[in-house]
């Protein structure tokens, strides 16, 4: 009598198509994959624990480095979080350029996702033109922040600095631009036969299902359930806009891959609306407490020196109070819960990140599968390892 | 949940479809791409420009008279997230303070930019600089001389 017998293999951590460093432990029995567990924490730099012994502003460089390859979307979250535990209302001209920041960010998550996505599974090319239209968006943040992949622009309340004419200009002749891009992709890859035969029907996950693990974002619309932060409980104004939500029907890879293609429009859409409807008026919250004196006033008024002089280094104070508040990032609803104990120091910092929930759920998503499915799979939940081990 | 406009995205789904036309179709976009301008450039010989805003190698700024604008009072040291400044101010019995030394290790700093927002002289900025490379880590740590001309070490090649 024959006996069959597993193997067991290890897919990572410096396997290419993780998305970082993820370690998967597969046991395959032929090519078929009967298990698999995944091992996390290879990039834990202790986020969490490092901005309990920060004031409140020094943390938003931290966040850049969550989900980098949608850093404004991590400031925005982090930034309302805080103005909503200080009671901060923002300035609408600065909620608009946060809405174009964090719209050009998401765009920026998603070039990456499909440029990887796609070369996981073999289509090399597309990862040239996704590079490419990410380029110019890595411009438009230089124009405005000075750093090109992780910007730190926001501020507790407002931003750093006003728009340029230029940052405008590159802003239209990007909307003008990509669209023919996206047009290109599509050529590239929906209708493909290849790429169809890799990704549908393959890791399909039903709503209820996708529902009960927790799934956020682009991963769960696939599966058909409309949610959407921005549109359940809108927050910087993204209710003065016009967008639509994709949803899928059959929660495969194909319909996850279908719904970020078409989140590229709707994100263009909004920064379109944002950029005509750009309201005037001042960028920064004007509040003695977090507000950062003008430099004109510093050296004329002795009180505003003072002022500048707590600001900076005390930084603003927070009651003791608990909040949560959740945003859209590119993966899911990014949230942070945030713990004040009446200094100018976080007591907590809890960040919900929506790709940790997006793992979980791979072995489930996984079994079943050929060994080559697992690649496809991982690509279309879109996972970054930065913002699971924190 | 309130109405939402929601999109369908299946029904640009084809389960069956056509074979080889769609791949003929990729293959024409991409060989239109190939004659398309390039968009790559050869550095370090060809550079681009950087925007005015770029957080590089700090410079600590000087007025008229080659004096350092900086009074050492510390801000920047205090907001800098991965406390990547340190100083030793001195004062005159005149009144006039400055810092005797003032190191910032450019190895440690993450380029937040918040040193130039804190400061309330405005002596400290961050320049275009971003290609700059040494042999060991004492000499990334920019003293003030270092600090005055960072047009220097902008990379050159070899
Ligand atoms: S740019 Fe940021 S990290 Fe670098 S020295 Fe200034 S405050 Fe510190
Ligand atoms: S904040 Fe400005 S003046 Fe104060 S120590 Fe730093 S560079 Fe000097």
Redesign the interface.
């Given at each position: 009598m024959s006996e069959t017998k597993t193997m067991t293999i290890n897919m990572g951590p410096h396997h290419p198509a993780t998305h970082g460093v993820l370690r998967l432990v597969l046991e395959l029995e032929g090519e078929t994959i009967v298990n698999a567990t995944p091992h996390i924490g290879q990039l834990h730099r202790g986020i969490e624990k490092l901005a309990e012994n920060?004031n409140y502003?020094?943390?938003?460089?931290?966040t850049d480095r969550l989900d980098y390859t949608a850093a404004s979307l991590n400031n925005l979250g982090y930034c309302m979080t805080v103005e909503k535990l200080m009671g901060i209302d923002v300035p609408k001209r600065a909620r608009y350029i946060r809405v174009i920041m964090s719209e050009l960010a998401r765009i920026m998550g998603h070039h990456l996702w499909l440029g990887s996505h796609a070369l996981d599974i073999g289509a090399m090319?597309v990862v040239f033109?996704a590079f490419?239209d990410r380029?110019k968006i890595m411009n438009i943040n230089?124009?405005?922040?000075?750093?090109r992949l992780t910007p730190?622009f926001l501020r507790i309340g407002g931003v750093?600095?006003d728009v340029t004419p230029?940052f405008i200009r590159s802003v239209r002749e990007f909307i003008e631009v990509f669209p023919e891009a996206l047009e290109?992709y599509h050529?590239?890859?929906?209708?493909?036969?290849?790429w169809?035969k890799r990704t549908?029907n393959i890791g399909t996950l039903s709503a209820d299902e996708a529902m009960s693990w927790g799934f956020t974002g682009p991963s769960l619309r696939g599966s058909g359930v409309?949610?959407?932060v921005r549109?359940?409980f809108p927050y910087s104004s993204y209710d003065d806009f016009d967008?639509?939500?994709?949803?899928?029907?059959?929660g495969d890879v194909?319909?996850r891959y279908?719904?970020r293609?078409?989140e590229f429009k709707q994100s263009l859409k909004i920064i379109r609306q944002a950029v005509e409807n750009l309201p005037e008026g001042p960028v920064n919250v004007d509040n003695p407490l977090v507000t950062?004196p003008a430099?004109e006033d510093?050296?004329e008024d002795i009180s505003a020196?003072i002022r500048?002089?707590k600001i900076?280094?005390e930084g603003p104070t927070a009651p003791a109070e608990e909040v949560y508040h959740a945003v859209e990032g590119s993966k899911g609803e990014l949230g942070f819960y945030l713990v004040g104990d009446g200094t100018a120091q976080p007591y907590r910092l809890k960040i919900r990140s929506p790709c940790f929930l997006l793992t979980s759920a791979l072995p489930r998503l996984i079994r079943g599968h050929m060994l080559s499915d697992v690649i496809a799979i991982i690509g279309s939940l879109d996972i970054v390892l930065g913002e699971i081990d924190r | 949940?309130?109405m939402?406009?929601?999109?369908?995205?299946?029904s640009?789904?084809?389960?069956k479809?056509?074979?080889i036309?769609?791949?003929l179709?990729?293959l024409v976009?991409?060989l239109k791409?190939l004659f398309s301008k390039k968009?790559t450039i050869l550095y370090p010989e060809h550079r681009r420009a950087?925007?005015k805003?770029?957080?590089g190698l700090h410079r600590l700024k000087t007025d008229e008279n080659g004096e350092l604008k900086c009074v050492a009072?510390g801000?920047c040291a205090?907001?800098c997230?991965p406390e990547a400044i340190r100083m030793t101010p001195y004062e005159e019995d005149g009144g006039t303070r400055y810092p005797l030394e003032f190191f910032i290790d450019e190895i440690r700093c993450?380029?937040?930019?918040?040193c130039q927002?804190?400061c309330?002289k405005?002596a400290i900025e961050?320049t275009g600089v971003y290609d700059y490379v040494d042999y060991t880590r004492a000499d990334l740590q920019f003293d003030i001389e270092k600090l005055k001309r960072p047009e220097d070490f902008i990379f050159k090649g070899k």
């Open positions: 920060m502003q020094q943390v938003i460089p931290l090319t033109y490419k380029e230089e124009e405005l922040s000075g750093y730190s750093a600095k230029d290109g050529r590239l890859l929906t209708d493909n036969i290849i169809r549908m409309a949610y959407d549109k359940a967008f639509e939500i994709p949803v899928g029907d059959n194909y319909d279908l719904v293609m078409e950062n430099i510093v050296t020196l500048r002089f900076q280094c | 949940m309130n939402q406009k929601v999109i369908r995205v299946s640009r789904r084809q389960e479809g056509k074979l036309v769609p791949l179709k990729g976009y991409t791409n968009v950087v925007s805003r770029w957080r009072c801000l205090v907001i997230p993450i380029y937040c930019g918040f927002e804190a309330p405005d961050l």
